[in-house]
């Protein structure tokens, strides 16, 4: 069946240092890709998503490009704040009119001053 | 709009105990969808609703019971609560219309520990 991996955390930087989080998919069909984030003791935000090949999600300086070829969904930002630390989910729908979301394992990122 | 609402925040239940995790939203979204979160794993989907009335399984229903009698309330319950049901527990919906209809809103979760 369809399934999400994520780079294992967790991801500890420096403030302003570049963010990388990986994330690759499964998937039989085109699913949309989606990257959530989890700030501590809060549920689950959307941060951005992308629903066909090559497009690109970007919210609060966070990009993701949505990569066919590769079967990848990768996040990145350029300069990170402490105000980023939070679990970061990358998830995939299923399509279809229920929309199931089908979720990475998670990446915990800390970021220090 | 207080968007998706989960009570309680916290639970510890003992071993054969039963309980019910309300789920509340006034967006008037017609899909509703439970999920749990175990430690250093991503969500999985417990139940999801597509309306009052309609209600499915997801990947792990085992051991949990849904009901969705009015489009805003979607509690979950738990008959015989066993140490596997000790998890993050967190509702989403979706809306059917509009630009976001791909989108799932979460509740802040409910944290359940059986002893």
Request: hydrophobic residues 30%; charged residues 15%; neutral net charge.
């Amino acid at each position: 069946g369809d399934s999400v991996t994520q780079m294992e955390g967790p991801v500890t930087l420096s403030e302003e240092a570049f963010l990388t989080i990986n994330c690759t998919y499964t998937a039989t069909g085109y699913p949309s890709l989606f990257w959530y984030v989890q700030y501590p003791g809060e549920g689950l935000q959307l941060l951005l998503k992308a629903t066909k090949a090559d497009d690109k999600g970007s919210n609060k300086g966070f990009e993701a490009t949505y990569r066919k070829e590769t079967t990848s969904f990768h996040l990145e930002k350029g300069s990170v704040q402490v105000s980023d630390s939070a679990v970061y989910f990358c998830a995939l729908s299923e399509g279809g009119g229920y929309n199931k979301l089908i979720f990475g394992a998670g990446t915990r990122l800390a970021v220090h001053p | 709009n207080a968007g998706v609402t989960q009570t309680p925040k916290f639970r510890i239940l003992k071993i054969g105990q039963s309980m019910t995790l309300q789920c509340t939203q006034d967006m008037n979204h017609n899909y509703m969808y439970w999920y749990r979160q175990d430690p250093g794993m991503g969500l999985k989907l417990i139940y999801y609703s597509v309306g009052a009335g309609i209600t499915d399984k997801g990947e792990v229903p085992n051991g949990y019971n849904v009901s969705r009698s009015t489009t805003e309330d979607f509690p979950l319950r738990l008959e015989l609560a066993a140490p596997s049901q000790t998890s993050v527990y967190f509702c989403a919906s979706r809306p059917t219309s509009g630009g976001s209809t791909d989108t799932q809103y979460f509740g802040p979760g409910t944290r359940l520990t059986v002893l």
